[in-house]
């Protein structure tokens, strides 16, 4: 599952996935088909931190661009999972 956490407040925020028809959620399950793809989060209203990988325990390599040591102490921090 995926997740955005807001950078001032550390609670999750919610979101739509540009093409999807479900409604704002807070988590969604972005199904990996090929090498690269890109999603479209929106309807956020706050700056937000990716959180991924949410229930997954398998070793995985994943490259979040632009993310930073900052952002990821946020999600030691504040993130549910």
């Known amino acids: 599952m995926t997740g955005l956490i807001g950078r001032e407040d550390g609670k999750e925020a919610a979101f739509t996935v540009k093409g999807s028809d479900s409604g704002p959620t807070t988590n969604v399950v972005l199904r990996l088909t090929e090498a690269e793809q890109v999603f479209v989060l929106e309807g956020v209203d ?3 931190v ?10 995985i390599k ?3 661009l632009g993310q930073t040591t900052a952002d990821l102490l946020l999600l030691m921090r504040c993130d549910t999972d």
Request: proline residues 6%; hydrophobic residues 40%; positive net charge.
């Open 50 to 59: 990716l959180s991924t990988n949410r229930h997954f325990s398998a070793p």
């Open 62 to 64: 994943l490259t979040v």
């Open 46 to 48: 706050k700056e937000v």
